[in-house]
């Protein structure tokens, strides 16, 4: 059976995988494997490692680790585009042989030269000298039409284009013809990729005429910016897929989110499972105009996805994450609390390491008699509490202390948070008290009596 649809992926892995390459690899895979791509298609991984000294083995290791997390699979791959060396060579030798291309010597001076005595804007046509680097002739008469699914149709006079270079007089090839020949022996019918490669593709367009070979379908897919409207980096947050990874947000969020940076199915959702994006995902409705990334949406999106994971998913991805185990009780109490899975330890990590060391909030909060006295208070009633110690009860114990001294909540769960927790934040305060178990919470509110009244605490 024939594939509806042969996409690619090619990544050059000169760093890890950024966010604006996800997102290319996402649409890619959203077209290979859903109904947008007009049925069961393939996804091809290509490595573009010719830059020798940039394309390092960490990266590659990095992308293939970066992909895997996001959920996203390929049929054929990873190929290095470094050992396809020897049929790029055969291609350009081919296009020479054919009358398509030619050698010449002429560098930029030679180019500029041509240029200048030929009005300034006239592209460059050299002569065969038999040597040097290898140039495909181009047409001076006619067009040459670059159709993009996003971006619409686009001419581009060949007379205005050089004479392209296909291969050094060393003769390696150039990444462009490197691309067509790669894409053409992988039968690839849609290329989908960054908005930064448009302008490349009047030449490879170019190359593909001098194959005799047909265009694929194009969609040059939206350029990212941050908030600011200044193109995407690390000034604007996590940038690499790694990044998002150690700040606790969840693959499917991420792709979520990814998918919304440029497409959207109408104006309001924006909550997609994979599944829902997988029916729904069509390059018709890609927009053309930069997309913005915007971490505080994709918080957002990340809070969601992570309030409906089960406690035993979610238990499970924060042990992953901080490499820690037991973690059930506290997951359950911070579930609501949290949008990222990075931020439970902040939250929560004094149930397991002790109380934070925030001397301002001790001393905010602990530091006058009031606060000591309402703890004071709060140990009396909790250390009544019958078996079982549970919520409810913490809860009717520490009612009973505000009712009988005319205390407003907070003046009597903030210093027991702080005495318990180290630090003003905790997940609801009669949860923590319940979790922590009796022995905890009291030996716990007794050093921190010890310890704001100047008396040597015991270590507890
Ligand atoms: N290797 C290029 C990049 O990482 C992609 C080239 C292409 O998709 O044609 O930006």
Same mark, same amino acid.
């Given at each position: ?5 042969r996409?690619?992926?090619?990544p ?6 950024h966010?604006?390459?996800?997102r290319t ?9 859903g109904?947008?791509?007009?049925? /069961?298609? $393939?996804?091809?991984?290509?490595i573009? *490692?010719?830059? =020798?000294?940039r %394309?390092?083995?960490? !990266?590659?290791?990095q ?5 895997e ?19 790029h ?5 081919q296009?020479?042989d ?6 010449s ?11 200048a ?18 140039r495909?002739?181009? /047409?001076d $008469?006619g067009?040459?039409?670059v159709? *993009?699914?996003? =971006?619409?149709e %686009?001419?581009?006079? !060949? ?7 296909i ?5 390696t090839p ?6 067509i ?16 490669h448009?302008?490349?593709t009047p030449?490879?367009?170019r190359?593909?005429?001098?194959l005799?070979?047909?265009e694929?379908?194009?969609?040059h897919?939206?350029l ?9 980096s ?5 940038a ?6 150690d700040?606790g947000?969840l693959?499917?969020?991420v792709?979520n989110?990814?998918?919304l ?13 994979t599944e829902?994006?997988l ?9 053309r105009?930069?997309?913005?990334f ?7 999106i ?7 994971l089960?406690?035993?998913?979610l238990?499970?991805?924060l042990?992953t994450?901080t490499?820690?185990?037991g973690?059930?009780g ?13 931020e ?7 149930f ?8 301002k909030a ?5 530091g ?6 309402a703890?004071?208070?709060?140990r ?5 509490i ?6 409810a ?8 202390v505000l009712?009988a001294?005319g205390?407003?909540?907070r ?15 905790s997940p ?6 319940a ?8 030996a716990r ?7 704001e009244?100047g008396v040597?605490?015991?270590e507890?």
């Open positions: 059976m024939v594939a509806a649809v996409v690619r992926f090619a050059s892995p000169t760093g890890a995988l966010i604006g390459g996800a690899a996402l649409y890619n895979w959203l077209l290979a494997r109904t947008g791509g007009g049925g /069961p298609g $393939e996804l091809v991984l290509r573009e *490692d010719t830059d =020798r000294e %394309s390092t083995p960490e !990266n590659v290791a992308i293939l680790e970066a992909l997390w996001l959920g996203i699979d390929y049929d054929e791959g990873p190929v290095m585009q470094s050992g396809r060396a020897e049929r060579a055969e291609v350009v030798a296009l020479v054919a009358g398509h291309a030619y050698r010597t002429a560098g930029p001076e030679e180019v500029k030269a041509y240029k005595a030929h009005g300034g804007a006239a592209g460059f046509r050299g002569t065969d000298e038999g040597e040097g680097a290898v495909l002739r181009i /047409p $008469e067009t040459t039409v159709s *993009d699914v996003i =971006r619409g %686009s001419s581009f006079v !060949n007379a205005l284009l050089d004479d392209l270079v291969a050094r007089a060393d003769g150039i990444y462009h013809l490197a691309v020949v790669d894409d053409l022996d992988a039968g690839i019918t849609h290329v989908v990729r960054g908005a930064d448009y302008s490349n030449k490879q367009v190359i593909l005429k001098a005799g070979a047909p694929p379908v194009y969609a897919v939206p990212l910016h941050g908030p600011d409207g200044k193109k995407l690390k000034r604007h947050g996590a690499s897929v790694q990044e998002l990874r700040a947000y693959p499917e969020a792709r989110y990814l998918a940076l440029g497409w959207g199915y109408d104006d309001t959702t924006t909550f997609f499972t829902q994006l029916e729904r995902f069509s390059l018709e409705r890609v927009s105009n930069p997309a913005v915007d971490e505080q949406k994709l918080r957002h990340n809070g969601r996805y992570l309030r409906e089960s406690l035993d998913d238990t499970a991805r042990e994450l490499g820690r185990s973690l059930r506290a997951a359950a109490i911070s579930q609501e609390k949290i949008s990222t899975l990075a439970f330890w902040p939250l929560a990590g004094f397991f390491d002790g109380p934070a060391d925030d001397p001790r001393a905010k909060v602990l006058g008699s009031d606060g000591r006295d703890l004071a208070r709060a009396e009633a909790l250390a009544e019958p078996d079982p110690w549970d919520e009860q913490v809860e009717a114990a520490l009612t009973r009712e001294g205390y407003k909540p003046e009597v769960y903030q210093p027991v948070r702080v005495a318990l927790a180290g630090t003003t934040v609801g305060i009669f949860e923590t008290v979790l922590m178990g009796r022995d905890a919470t009291l509110i007794d050093a921190a009596l010890a310890a009244s040597g605490a015991p507890g």
